[in-house]
């Protein structure tokens, strides 16, 4: 079925230290993804996006890269900070679903101090 | 930066009454506006797409009769939770997305936390 997923649902990472989050979807179809972040008790926040016809894109302190061969997502999080600490969801849309958006499962990042 | 609101931000009705929650773009115009709804520890699913001027779009599994849709301006959509059980307890989530540019991201609200007793 069509479907994105989360490898890992929790992730402890040393303050300062780089955080990787990855998800992987199923529909070749898929031609836009984004990253969300969502603190407790608050709505998504946008972090990064990327297109299909890119492999990688780069925001402050945040890395998108994007194999569309393995059909992987992965976010990258240089020197995560105690703010960093959340709960990330990767989504994609198509245009052929009216850019509605499919949610993976969600990976919750744990920043120890 | 887009603005989407939600209003209230939480909410605690008996079981058998209907809850209506707001959602507002504040600073640009949104024909489509998105209803999600979110279980403890759980990803967000896509309820319905709410479109300005019509008939909101149900996703498959959602009673369209019990989660009442109106997009009744560019900037406002109501979700209307009708006959509440407490199953119905979630956080419900809207998004708004920004047509003109022909942008596929989606700006959403904080949210509103629904308790059904």
């Known amino acids: 079925g069509e479907s994105v997923g989360l490898h890992l649902p929790t992730l402890s990472v040393q303050e300062g230290d780089n955080s990787i989050i990855n998800c992987a979807y199923s529909n070749s179809a898929s031609d836009y993804f984004i990253w969300y972040k969502q603190e407790s008790g608050k709505g998504p926040q946008f972090i990064i996006d990327i297109r299909s016809n890119m492999d990688k894109r780069q925001g402050q302190r945040v890395t998108v890269l994007l194999n569309k061969t393995v059909k992987h997502l992965s976010l990258q999080i240089a020197a995560t900070q105690p703010g960093d600490s959340a709960v990330y969801f990767c989504?994609?849309?198509?245009?052929?679903?009216?850019?509605?958006?499919?949610f993976g499962g969600g990976t919750r990042v744990l920043v120890k101090p | 930066g887009a603005v989407v609101s939600q209003h209230p931000s939480w909410v605690i009705c008996k079981s058998g009454t209907s809850v209506k929650i707001e959602c507002r773009s504040l600073?640009?115009?949104?024909?489509?506006m998105f209803w999600y709804r979110q279980f403890p520890k759980q990803s967000l699913m896509l309820m319905a797409t709410s479109n300005e001027g019509s008939k909101a779009t149900y996703e498959q599994g959602v009673e369209k009769d019990k989660f009442l849709i109106n997009h009744a301006s560019l900037t406002l959509s109501t979700l209307t939770v009708t006959s509440a059980h407490p199953e119905d307890s979630s956080f419900y989530i809207c998004?708004?997305?920004?047509?003109?540019?022909?942008?596929?991201?989606?700006?959403f609200g904080p949210g509103t936390r629904l308790t059904v007793l």
């Open positions: 998004s708004a997305r920004i047509p003109s540019q022909g942008h596929n991201e989606q700006f």
């Open positions: 989504a994609e849309t198509r245009k052929a679903a009216g850019n509605k958006l499919t």
């Open positions: 600073d640009f115009q949104a024909t489509t």
